[in-house]
């Protein structure tokens, strides 16, 4: 059996090694290293894949979330409505630009932003609201939508752990994530879904105006050389890592396909087995929980182990060469960044169990049937004696 690994990119590299070669040596080759063409025609094949009218390239997902606050105008004071259960990017962006972040618990089958607690977290203050698509699993967008719509507030998709997900809308549509709120962010650091060998994000929005100040804003608030027109940063794509997404972004399906593929075998060892929940995909269209759509891309493969002895199966994993994580140990509400008198413990119920029983399992590309069957019979060995 070959070594696991997390996540294998240098098994994915070896299927496109020859196409990512030749690219990267067209650009240095060009030497447009900055805004050449390779970052428009990724830019262009990024848009007729999400079905988004823009997509704007800049140089990691945190700043894609900035960006995409700074293009919405809002101001310091304002409060954001995001997820206790993320990594710290999501807030960390809404702090840095003097907004105020507004923590709320997460739904204990999907993880994802619970929307009860959005609708008792809304004030006057309120100006918007970030749904994550945490771990590959799409959002409740149409409940969050319609809050939205109500309050008259933005929604901010965060979707760097996302691309290529779809969600089924009510009315039966098909949108991918990252299309459906009024602006959407995605990161392209390598372990993603879509990675480039580097650092590298997005922002996507249908909004032509919106589209153009943060296009301006990418770029130090310029739209003509020397002329800055808004407050801007400096947040670019670099052609190199356009040129790899490119090489990588037609097999963004099978790549999914794979990893949920892996997801069901994992889930079918584990089905049945006490003390392992395991992940579930969230439909809206009937409220019906399923395994078998692409509301989830499994960017992570993330069990509940119930029995308290969660810690102890890490070190028992570690202890048989299989790598596994916990996403996320502390919840935000408890880091002393983020720490505020508003927060109640009695708020977070789902959060504070969850990061007490979560842990994810190596999920990539590259797993194999051999490797699976061996981390499931490790996990359930341990588990169950």
């Not at 809304?122 to 994550?132: F, L, N, Q, W, Y």
């Not at 249908?206 to 407050?231: F, S």
């Not at 269209?285 to 989830?296: E, L, P, R, W």
């Not at 509400?333 to 983020?338: D, G, P, T, V």
Request: proline share 4%; charged share 20%; net charge negative.
């Amino acid at each position: 059996m070959k070594k696991i690994q997390m996540v294998d990119l240098k098994g994915q590299y070896q299927h496109i090694k020859e196409q990512v070669d030749a690219s990267v040596l067209d650009v240095i080759e060009s030497t447009a290293y900055i805004n050449g063409p390779e970052v428009h025609d990724f830019q262009k094949e990024l848009e007729e894949y999400l079905g988004v009218t823009h997509v704007i390239p800049c140089a990691n997902g945190t700043d894609a979330l900035q960006i995409a606050m700074m293009g919405l105008g809002l101001k310091p004071g304002d409060e954001v409505i995001t997820a206790d259960f993320t990594f710290a990017a999501t807030v960390e962006v809404i702090a840095l630009l003097g907004l105020t972040p507004v923590l709320v618990d997460v739904d204990p089958i999907t993880f994802n932003i619970d929307i009860e607690a959005i609708k008792k977290a809304i004030t006057p203050k309120t100006r918007a609201i970030v749904p994550v698509h945490l771990f590959g699993l799409a959002a409740q967008m149409d409940e969050i939508m319609d809050i939205a719509k109500a309050n008259d507030l933005y929604v901010i998709e965060d979707n760097a752990q996302g691309i290529g997900g779809t969600y089924t809308t009510r009315d039966m549509a098909k949108p991918k994530t990252g299309t459906i709120g009024h602006v959407a962010s995605t990161s392209f650091f390598p372990s993603k879904n879509l990675g480039c060998y580097g650092d590298g994000g997005a922002i996507f929005t249908n909004d032509d105006e919106l589209a153009h100040i943060i296009r301006g804003i990418v770029n130090h608030g310029m739209y003509e050389r020397y002329h800055h027109d808004v407050v801007g940063v400096n947040s670019r794509l670099d052609s190199i890592q356009a040129a790899v997404l490119r090489a990588k972004l037609p097999h963004l399906n099978e790549y999914n396909t794979k990893r949920r593929n892996a997801a069901r075998k994992y889930t079918a060892a584990f089905s049945g087995i006490e003390n392992i929940i395991t992940p579930t995909g969230f439909c809206d269209a009937g409220n019906s929980i399923c395994d078998v759509c692409d509301c989830h891309v499994f960017h992570q493969y993330t069990l509940r182990i119930t029995n308290g002895k969660r810690d102890d199966l890490v070190k028992h994993l570690n202890a048989n060469d299989i790598p596994c994580g916990v996403y996320y140990p502390i919840p935000l509400h408890l880091q002393n960044a983020y720490k505020d008198d508003r927060y109640k413990e009695s708020d977070f119920p789902v959060t504070n169990q969850l990061v007490k029983e979560v842990i994810s399992l190596p999920m990539h590309t590259e797993l194999d049937d051999e490797q699976i069957d061996f981390i499931t019979k490790t996990v359930i060995d341990f588990v169950t004696n």
